[in-house]
């Protein structure tokens, strides 16, 4: 699974054309699912990402987690893992799970999230047509994949 984690002071996802999804000050997080993960790794990585010190504390310093500062999270799916362009310009996406793997793994990811002290978790939803926004306080952006746990 690829997460990619930014910290932002707000950010939004319509789904659908329906009413947005928000929070104020936390991180929000494109998820990525590979036809190769396993599930297994799911906890591990939501509780990896919820606990990121990528926060300012009282000295300046990164080493703050958005379950210390009671922030919140946005989950996002991200069908685009890689785009492989060897062939051409339009990219192939041959690494993205289907949705009989993708889901599961999405659905288990909040569930994770929710159980990790955050003071909410909103989400978009896996297939749906959505719109992101998103206001960050500094560019820090975090990439985590868990093919690198393996090794």
């Avoid at 500062?69 to 492989?84: I, K, M, P, R, W």
């Avoid at 297939?127 to 868990?146: E, S, W």
Wanted: hydrophobic share 40%; proline share 5%.
């Amino acid at each position: 699974m690829r997460a990619v984690i930014q910290r932002v002071t707000e950010a939004s996802v319509t789904v659908d054309g329906g009413p947005a999804r928000c929070i104020g000050p936390g991180l929000m997080i494109l998820l990525g699912v590979r036809d190769t993960d396993d599930p297994a790794i799911v906890p591990k990585l939501a509780e990896k990402c919820a606990h990121l010190r990528i926060f300012e504390d009282d000295a300046g310093k990164l080493n703050r987690s958005a379950v210390e500062l009671g922030y919140e999270a946005l989950v996002v799916s991200n069908f685009t893992l890689y785009g492989d362009t060897t062939k051409g310009k339009r990219p192939s996406f041959i690494h993205a799970a289907k949705a009989d793997l993708a889901v599961p793994c999405y659905e288990q990811f909040l569930a994770e999230m929710g159980k990790q002290g955050l003071k909410s978790v909103q989400h978009g939803e896996f297939g749906a047509d959505m719109k992101v926004r998103l206001l960050n306080d500094g560019p820090v952006t975090i990439v985590i994949d868990t093919d690198e746990w393996k090794k």
